[in-house]
């Protein structure tokens, strides 16, 4: 991953969603809402297995992801990224930190972690090329 301020490590480590922006088969571009984690220097996401996303990727592997800004579009994180696509990465659930981050919100929508794990089992892994940030 590119060096990382303080504050945007925190951020990344903190905050719960970002969009990730794809491109489909036509070139429109694709956002999704994801959760994410930060770890090893990528930033790994959970997907379910019939995800248009995953389509997109195996097809236009960079990606923008973005974090959210200040109502005046300050304190901005954007990302540009190469993506790739694993189907049998250890299941979301096995990722002590990414559970550590999700298992309250995992909870909150009424599924268990291994649930959970279930429904989105194919794990995209964001390499970073470039970030902006203010």
Same mark, same amino acid.
């Given at each position: 991953?590119?060096?990382?301020?303080?504050?945007?490590a925190?951020?990344?480590?903190?905050?719960?969603?970002?969009?990730?922006?794809?491109?489909?088969?036509?070139?429109q571009?694709?956002?999704?809402?994801?959760?994410?984690?930060?770890?090893?220097? !990528?930033l790994l996401?959970?997907?379910?297995?019939?995800?248009?996303?995953? $389509?997109?990727?195996? =097809? +236009?592997?960079?990606? /923008?992801?973005?974090?959210r800004?200040?109502e005046h579009?300050? !304190?901005?994180?954007?990302?540009?990224?190469?993506?790739t696509?694993?189907d $049998?990465a250890?299941? =979301? +659930?096995?990722?002590? /930190?990414y559970l550590a981050?999700?298992?309250?919100?995992?909870?909150?929508?009424?599924?268990?972690?291994?649930?959970f794990?279930?429904?989105?089992?194919?794990?995209?892994?964001?390499?970073?090329?470039?970030?902006?940030?203010?």
């Amino acid at each position: 991953m590119v060096d990382l301020s303080p504050e945007i490590a925190v951020r990344l480590d903190e905050e719960l969603v970002g969009w990730l922006t794809t491109v489909t088969q036509t070139g429109q571009p694709q956002s999704s809402i994801v959760w994410f984690l930060r770890k090893d220097g !990528e930033l790994l996401i959970y997907s379910q297995k019939g995800a248009r996303k995953l $389509s997109n990727l195996r =097809a +236009h592997p960079k990606v /923008a992801f973005n974090l959210r800004s200040d109502e005046h579009g300050d !304190e901005y994180v954007t990302i540009e990224a190469t993506a790739t696509v694993e189907d $049998s990465a250890p299941p =979301a +659930h096995e990722v002590p /930190a990414y559970l550590a981050k999700y298992e309250g919100e995992i909870g909150r929508l009424g599924w268990t972690p291994p649930e959970f794990a279930g429904e989105y089992p194919v794990l995209i892994r964001l390499k970073v090329d470039r970030l902006r940030s203010e």
